[in-house]
């Protein structure tokens, strides 16, 4: 059989950690020394190099890459042709969006989007803000930011478009959103030419499959009881799963094992619940990998 090879791009900067950390959980240990652009994988059918996501996209789309990972964001930023394969539900701080938002000074006598018209604005999202502010009618100048852009009004721009996951850095610059222009999450994209080779389309869907799976295990939990035949019903009553509970029998023929997978932040409450209505032995355990 011949050597067959997916090259496939991780984001560097602020992404570089958290997508190390997923595909760890999906069963792929990338390892990367401090000045290398080039990770290994412990899969010998993957080469990998860093990329920045704000250029992913267009270097996916041409095909130097097969496949990738960048925001939703840049894929419209450069108005790449590219596959979107999976929307991968992470970021930097979390398993949330990132939003990208129109932001002034708080004393800013700018009130709304209309109230830009004639205003300067700096962002590094600059291709996508443009043809925004088409859509909406705001003839304004859009100026390329290459950092530290809450900083820059009033002196330099009127308002900027910043990422904001929290927006933590947006309030301690004592700025105030008036417009959500995106909603943008991590995507899996793929080349399209790439993806219609039957062997790295394999790997790919593979690959995709592993990763939504350890996403998936991040927001769920599974849960072992022991519980006794004659308040199973009740049990079940009040126990949410993602799927039908597997119940297995005991060696005591009155008792029942019974495991579940279930919403992490439902646990704290849910716990006292079994205890009280007859559960023992309860054991919640952390998972890796849920592939529905």
Sequence with gaps: ????????????????????KLFK???????????????????TDIDSMLIRAQEMARYVANGILDCGL???DWILEQDADVLSVAE????????????WVVAVPNNSEIKCLDDLNGKRIATELVGYTKRYL??????????????ATEVKPPQLADAIVELTETGSSLRANNLKVIETMLVSTTRFIANKEAYKDPWKKAKID??????????LAEEQVGLKMNVPKKVLDKILKVLP???????????DDNWVALDIIIDENLVRDLIPELKLAGATGIVEYQLNKVIP
């Design 1 to 20: 059989m011949d050597n067959k090879t997916l090259k496939l791009g991780l984001p560097k900067g602020s992404l570089q950690e958290s997508t190390f």
């Design 25 to 43: 959980k999906a069963g792929y240990h990338v390892t990367v020394s401090s000045r290398s652009y080039y990770p290994t994988l412990n899969d």
């Design 70 to 72: 960048t925001g939703y």
């Design 88 to 99: 991968l539900n992470y970021a930097k701080e979390g398993l949330r969006p990132v939003r």
């Design 134 to 147: 088409i859509e909406k009618g705001i003839k304004a100048e859009v100026d390329f930011s290459w950092g």
């Design 206 to 215: 593979n690959l995709v499959m592993l990763l939504k799976g350890a996403l």
């Design 241 to 251: 799963s993602l799927q039908s509970p597997t119940i297995s029998q005991l060696m």
